[in-house]
């Protein structure tokens, strides 16, 4: 395979020339971006495992030795320490729980950076850590791109990135988002990812709410789950919430796709902000004690759909 390297201002494209004849739109473009992944969880893991499928050289790293395990078999290199995984990077992700873990890790990244990388943090933090980090990173871009799509988005490949931060930036990134998700919108400056992310979750929070007491009333009144969750999906009452986590809870499948304990600490950043915007959110605020009940019982590491579980102890009560 005859193959000449192209210059994309970010790492190199190499055209291989293998059945493209003397037509260069012909050719598969191999992408020779190194990239660094940090925070391999449930969304992390998976994420990576898309990058390495589309050709990308990755070099990742998580606490916990397993999952780099796991990407290694499918092709991944292993860093051996944070610092490591920025230094050989030019496009650096992290895929991470809680605001402190980021702002610790990018403040440990960032110096091993080099001016032309891009660092780009997919978790779900608060818009002040996102405009923070961004500060702290001065000439080197970071795009704040929180994700959403769940477990089952990112293991498909079809997850939205709400992506904040330097347009020119988010442009160069594209294809290593376009490898990872079906959506990546540009949503403005620093800190605005991270707000249309909480955003999300408001609509998330009481969407989830609505299929569990919706779903409720139809079990009471003796009414089959799967026809009637066939019958609201094809209209007004139809939703992502509905095909999907109303289809688990029929099944009595409470496994996470997005953890409950994940999901109430979103909800305390979206009334952090709400506080500060002068914002009623009655909805956030009843769902949020709903999640408590659900959390007082050991079901934070189950599936948002357990609260399911919730309002039919309720019912029962009643």
Do not use: Y
């Not at 990576?48 to 290199?77: C, D, T, W, Y």
């Amino acid at each position: 395979m005859q193959s000449a390297p192209w210059s994309s201002g970010l790492g190199r494209l190499v055209f291989s020339q293998e059945n493209a004849g003397s037509n260069p739109a012909g050719a598969t473009i191999l992408f020779m971006i190194p990239i660094g992944f940090i925070g391999l969880g449930i969304m992390g893991r998976p994420m990576a495992g898309h990058l390495v499928k589309a050709g990308f050289p990755v070099r990742v790293f998580n606490r916990s030795i397993g999952p780099v395990e796991r990407l290694v078999s499918q092709g991944a290199m292993a860093a051996d320490s944070v610092e490591d995984c920025a230094r050989q990077a030019e496009i650096l992700f992290t895929c991470l729980p809680e605001d402190e873990t980021v702002l610790a890790v990018w403040r440990t990244a960032l110096p091993h950076l080099s001016l032309e990388s891009i660092g780009i943090d997919c978790s779900t933090v608060s818009p002040d850590t996102a405009r923070a980090i961004a500060t702290e990173a001065g000439k080197i871009a970071f795009l704040d791109a929180p994700i959403t799509g769940g477990q089952w988005g990112a293991e498909a490949g079809t997850l939205t990135f709400m992506v904040g931060g330097d347009r020119l930036a988010f442009e160069r990134a594209r294809p290593a988002f376009e490898a990872m998700g079906r959506k990546i919108i540009h949503t403005g400056e620093s800190g605005s990812g991270q707000m249309t992310k909480l955003t999300n979750q408001i609509a998330v929070a009481t969407g989830i709410l609505a299929v569990c007491e919706a779903l409720t009333f139809a079990s009471a009144a003796g009414l089959d789950l799967d026809t009637t969750i066939e019958a609201l999906s094809s209209g007004a009452a139809g939703s992502w919430a509905m095909e999907n986590l109303g289809t688990r809870i029929a099944k009595r499948d409470f496994n996470p796709g997005f953890m409950v304990k994940l999901l109430q600490k979103d909800l305390r950043l979206v009334m952090r902000q709400a506080d500060r915007l002068g914002v009623a959110l009655p909805g956030v605020a009843g769902v949020r004690e709903l999640f408590k009940m659900l959390e007082t019982e050991e079901g934070e590491r189950l599936g948002i759909q357990a609260l399911a579980l919730v309002i039919e102890k309720l019912s029962r009560q009643r």
